[in-house]
């Protein structure tokens, strides 16, 4: 017997992730570009605003909400904030590692598929486009450049709390890409970071329009962990990390 039409069990995997609490964007796109037949389940972590001290709090709670996503018994567990995942070049790892001790559950970060995607991709120079504030888009930067990858240009909304940046029009992040692209030529990839912004319905149009691949968090996410499962499924409508 199948499930009934628009209903997704998860029957090929089911993925748990962690996102921030005044998140209500990563979920909407993430069941988009999961493939059918995967599904993910979510629990929060409490983050509302872009301070050192509330991302590095976010991450406080991972046992806890790591243990809870474990009854459901997914395959993975996705750790799903870009900006707590590349404060620093170590973060990440940290965050994988406590996960699995907790869960006893192979985990991820978003930091981990925004490397991964760009290797497979060859991208060394790239535009970065975010909504966050400055030191937040800064430290991203950073974790960028630690890992070989130069900005070479871009920009910040200096939005601050996940409730903001859902409101962010999808146009003017599309606006935020092409005048990036336009003042600083030559890079490989348009990067719209943040699991927080609506920008999966700009990737095909900005990659039609800018001629290279667009990558947003949550398309990285989806993509990343799909294959981690070892599924090698085309999405189509989401650009050319997911036909990859």
Not at 74 to 83: D, S
Not at 124 to 153: C, K, M, N, W
Not at 188 to 215: D, K, Q, Y
Request: net charge neutral; hydrophobic share 50%; aromatic share 4%.
């Amino acid at each position: 017997m199948t499930a009934p039409a628009g209903i997704d069990y998860g029957d090929r995997g089911r993925i748990g992730f962690l996102v921030p609490s005044g998140n209500s964007v990563a979920e909407p796109e993430l069941h988009a570009m999961l493939p059918r037949g995967v599904t993910g389940l979510v629990t929060r972590l409490e983050l509302r605003g872009s301070s050192e001290a509330e991302l590095l709090k976010m991450a406080e709670g991972l046992e806890a909400a790591a243990r809870l996503l474990a009854d459901a018994q997914p395959a993975l567990i996705g750790f799903h904030c870009t900006a707590v995942s590349t404060f620093a070049p170590a973060m990440a790892e940290d965050i994988r590692r406590r996960i699995e001790a907790a869960a006893g559950l192979p985990a991820c970060a978003t930091a981990d598929g925004i490397v991964t995607a760009l290797a497979l991709l060859g991208v060394r120079r790239l535009l970065l486009v975010t909504p966050y504030i400055q030191p937040v888009h800064d430290r991203e930067i950073g974790f960028l450049a630690s890992h070989g990858i130069e900005t070479i240009g871009g920009g910040c909304l200096g939005v601050a709390t996940n409730a903001e940046m859902a409101r962010i029009p999808p146009a003017t992040i599309a606006a935020q890409a092409r005048a990036a692209a336009a003042a600083a030529p030559g890079a490989a990839a348009c990067f719209i970071s943040c699991t927080a912004i609506r920008s999966a319905g700009l990737i095909a149009p900005l990659e039609a329009e800018l001629g290279m691949p667009v990558l947003t968090s949550n398309q990285i996410m989806a993509w990343h962990v799909t294959r981690r499962l070892g599924l090698a499924d085309a999405v189509p409508g989401f650009g050319a990390l997911m036909r990859r």
